[in-house]
Structures are given as structure tokens and as C-alpha cells.
């Protein structure tokens, strides 16, 4: 693991700004740290220029939708997960 230092995060500074498009992906049934993070993470890329998506495969809990806004509703792709 590298270490995170100025050269690495203008690393990862180029790399968002030449992406077209961003997924952020949180686990089934995401609970109050996956929306949390994800939803920052959301924020956070499209800041520094970013085109982010939150890609869910299960719908946030109703007690957690203050934290998803409107501009982060409209990057919400839904894709539900079915296993076997």
C-alpha cells in the first residue's frame, strides 16, 4: 500500500480529472456509513470536476435520505444485485 502523500494525491487528482464518468459503489443494504461515505465521496468528486455515479443495488433506508440531496439523487444509478 502506498503511502498518501502530495505526489499521490495529485496523482489521484489527474486521474479524476481525465475521467468521463466515476462509479462510487456501496455494499447490499447500505446502512449509515456506507451512505455517508459514498454520498461524500459523491460530493467530493464532482468538486474537483469529476462526473461521478453512485451506483446502489438496494434503495437507502428512509431514516438516512437527508443525506442523499437532490444533486446526488439525480447521479443515483440503481442496479439491483440478485445472487443465487
Do not use: C, W
Not at 46 to 73: A, E, H, K
Request: charged share 20%; no cysteine; net charge negative.
Amino acid at each position: 500500500m502506498q503511502d498518501i502523500n502530495s505526489s499521490n494525491i495529485q496523482k489521484l487528482e489527474s486521474m479524476i480529472s481525465q475521467a468521463r464518468k466515476i462509479a462510487v459503489v456501496t455494499h447490499q443494504k447500505p446502512d449509515g456509513d456506507a451512505i455517508g461515505s459514498t454520498t461524500a465521496m459523491f460530493r467530493y468528486l464532482r468538486s474537483s470536476g469529476g462526473n461521478p455515479v453512485l451506483v446502489l443495488n438496494d434503495t437507502y433506508p428512509d431514516n438516512l435520505s437527508f443525506l442523499v440531496t437532490d444533486d446526488i439523487r439525480e447521479g443515483i444509478v440503481n442496479i439491483p444485485m440478485h445472487f443465487v
